[in-house]
């Protein structure tokens, strides 16, 4: 175990428990800081709990809601992990700007591209990238069922190796976490594998099942993302066992339907079955956080005059669904994939 060093963990549901719990657990004091009331009371009394195939595991880690930590804080923050949905970044990174160190930094631990945001916030100097792939869920208040290992990178957004990106990844030693020179190449990876699984919550099934049934409109999806990031000039990372190459043009389809083969079968293995985005439409009620991941990915599209139909039309189609306009059904892939 490396020193003892003190992260606050600003987000702490699925993947911001997650992570605060593997820190508690490696000897690091953490205060999670979580907006939600319930959730905070439950750590409180009862640790944070990971629900894993072999039961539960707690572990105690201080705990308050944004409004409470003036009183909790002795000083300012330093090492913060910003594990809050796309959508509450610009309003996390805000009230994390004036509470962080001078040479404190904030770590987005997030789906999407979020580090431009915050760095409007606390300053580029001041933003770490990272990469998860972690499959988790909160289930109950203070309990989050974990999927087991996932890919979990942390990097410099220049490349650059770093004592503060060195020292975290060893901190998060139990989540299995690893310093990258390529942060951005995740990102984009995830963001392909990502328009994928966000296809999947137009429709109440399992996301393998899903893509299984529609491969065609997968690799079209991701394909359309995979342009932007070539014209950017990404070098795409494969993590767990998503092959990003198997997407790019030029791969003989066998390779590509046998890269899905392998990506379905481990999706198989997973505890959760369906996509965060899927549980906010269904089971939370609540707007989802795609739109925000896609933002810059259009952005990048329109300047690079590369057309991107199908994403915008599936996430249209998310829009109407999540706002009860449209039913979750898989028509909507039927649908899409008809159109191609
Ligand atoms: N869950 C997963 O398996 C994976 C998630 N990710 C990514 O990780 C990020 C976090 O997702 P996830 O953990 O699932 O989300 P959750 O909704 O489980 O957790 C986010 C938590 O942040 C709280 N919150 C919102 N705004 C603030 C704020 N300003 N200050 C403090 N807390 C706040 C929320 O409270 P409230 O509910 O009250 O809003 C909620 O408890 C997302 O970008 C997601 O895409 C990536 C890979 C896998
Ligand atoms: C499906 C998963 C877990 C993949 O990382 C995800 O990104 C999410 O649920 O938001």
Known sequence: MTESTAYAVVGGGAIGGTVAYHLAKGGHDVLLIDADPAHVAAVRQHGLVLRGTAGDQSARVRAATPE???????????????????????????????????????????????????????GRERVVGAFVNVFADVVEPGVIRDGGPGAFVIGELGGESSPRVDRLAADLAGLGAKATANVSGYLWSKLGFGAMLSATALADAP??????????????????????????????EPFDAFEPAAYLPGTPPSGREAATDRLTAWLRTQPKDRSGIWRDIAVRRRPVEVHEHYRAVFAHARAGGIATPLLRGMLDRLAGVESGRAPMSEDHLSELEAAL
């Open 207 to 236: 996301m393998a099942d899903l893509i299984d049934r529609h491969r065609p409109l997968m690799y079209a999806l991701v394909a359309e993302v995979f342009a932007v990031a070539a014209r950017l000039g990404h070098r795409l």
């Open 68 to 122: 409470e930590v003036p009183e909790e804080l002795d000083g300012p923050l330093h090492g913060v992990l910003l594990c809050v949905k796309a959508q509450a970044t610009a309003g996390a990174a805000a009230w994390i700007a004036p509470r962080l160190a001078a040479d404190g930094y904030v770590v987005s631990v997030q789906n999407g591209l979020n580090e431009q945001l915050i760095a409007e916030h606390v």
